[in-house]
């Protein structure tokens, strides 16, 4: 998936201009030298499940890839889950308008096409840990506060997802205007790569949360397989395969200026693992639906296991595609659950429903953050993430 040498950003702001939507960058001109340093160095150097249509395993990325950053969609909705995740929220400061967001979005775009290609940013300080072929992907989406900024109508069937009788939602890890999805294949360049997006939002938002997880998508020998959450499940055995029609039909918006954006949900779930460990095996695969050792789906699953109520026969055909990481703190460990869908609405709300009216995991699983967002369109070379959401005439 290697692209060709990236150019410079495209019109990524005016980072001289003064004013109090100025970038700034931190000096730029006095770091050129160390940019041009760091490009050298850099590339020297309760989780509802979808269903089981296509539900191969996806084409690895593989270890050491670059993923370019351009195509109608961003790549990173539908490239495997690397190691570590960081999920990034922000919100608006009170005078960003729509023309403030361009400007954010067009300096992001020359983050991306840098980061994910090995090379430092402007301004960049630590020019040396960017890092080329680090399987690096930039997501970028807007929430609702984003979308009312900036006088754009959302897509059809972008909506809040309603409280659930479950949840137990904290304020810590919920909402936001901007969501930025980083994933890699280790953590240095990742919280590098972090730093300097978050840094150049400064005049334009400020972080409201920052989520942390960990997959593992291969086995003793580096050959891709499924991952497996903290309760030990095979978790992901029944996503649409990406590039599959059922993938793309799941996914995908079609409607303008949304062409080629998504939807993305994404909730904190708290796993109580102790109470877990101390169910017998029979159980806790009754309760999930599918086998622990292979996630191969029970041959009649109970009313109420997880499997059967999460697919698309119980839901009127709605489907999802998701993405899960784990994560432990020093007092909580879950599932960091996104879920991509052309339609909020449409798609996870029916099948959270459905889950949280019967699902026999509510009794270890908590969802405890929740934020929705409407992932951009992917950018061509010389183009910049959002121009045909915002207009390509919104000043630079």
């Known amino acids: ?46 989780a509802a499940w979808a269903g089981d249509g296509d539900s191969e395993s996806p084409a690895p990325v593989g270890l050491g890839t670059e993923v370019a950053p351009y195509g109608v969609h961003q790549p990173g ?66 929430g609702p506060g984003a979308l009312a900024a900036a006088g754009l ?86 996503s649409p395969r990406p590039g599959s029609a059922t993938f793309d039909e799941t996914v995908w918006i079609r409607e303008p200026p949304w062409t080629g954006a998504t939807t993305l949900v994404v909730r904190r779930i708290s796993m109580d693992l102790d109470t877990w460990a101390e169910l017998t095996r029979d159980r806790q695969e009754a309760a999930l639906g599918r086998t622990l050792d292979t996630g191969e789906r029970l041959s009649d699953p109970g009313p109420r296991a997880h499997a059967r109520l999460a697919h698309p026969m119980e839901n009127a055909g709605a489907r999802i595609v998701r ?21 909020v609405a449409g798609q996870f709300v029916p099948i959270q429903r459905s889950l949280d009216r019967a699902d026999s995991l509510n009794t270890w699983t908590t969802a405890i953050g929740s934020a929705e967002f409407v992932v951009l369109p992917g950018f061509e070379r010389g183009d910049w993430l959002g121009s045909g959401v915002l207009g390509s005439g919104t000043p630079g």
Not at 323 to 343: P, W
């Open 1 to 46: 998936m290697s692209g060709p040498e990236t150019p410079a950003p495209a019109e990524p702001g005016k980072p001289g201009k003064p004013g109090k939507h100025g970038i700034g960058r931190r000096g730029f001109l006095g770091y050129v030298g160390s940019a041009v340093a760091g490009a050298a160095a850099g590339t020297a150097g309760g």
């Open 77 to 142: 909705v539908a490239t495997p889950m690397p190691a570590v995740v960081e999920v990034v929220a922000l919100d608006l400061l009170p005078d960003t308008d729509r023309d403030a967001l361009g400007r954010l979005l067009r300096v992001w775009t020359g983050d991306v096409e840098a980061l994910t290609t090995g090379r430092a940013t402007p301004g960049d300080t630590e020019p040396w840990l960017a890092a080329a072929r680090a399987d690096l992907t930039i997501t970028v989406g807007l």
């Open 153 to 238: 109508d959302a897509p059809t069937g972008f909506e809040a997802v309603p409280p659930m009788r479950h949840d137990r939602l904290q304020p810590r890890w919920s909402g936001g205007d901007l969501v930025l999805v980083v994933a890699a294949r280790e953590g240095t360049t990742l919280a590098h790569a972090v730093r300097q997006l978050v840094r150049d939002a400064v005049p334009f938002a400020r972080q409201r949360w920052r989520q942390s997880g960990f997959w593992n998508g291969t086995d003793a020998d580096g050959r891709p397989m499924t991952g497996r959450n903290l309760f030990g499940q095979v978790d992901g055995t029944a």
């Open 323 to 343: 993405k899960g990481a784990n994560y432990a703190t020093e007092d909580d460990s879950g599932l960091l659950f996104m879920s991509f869908q052309a339609s």
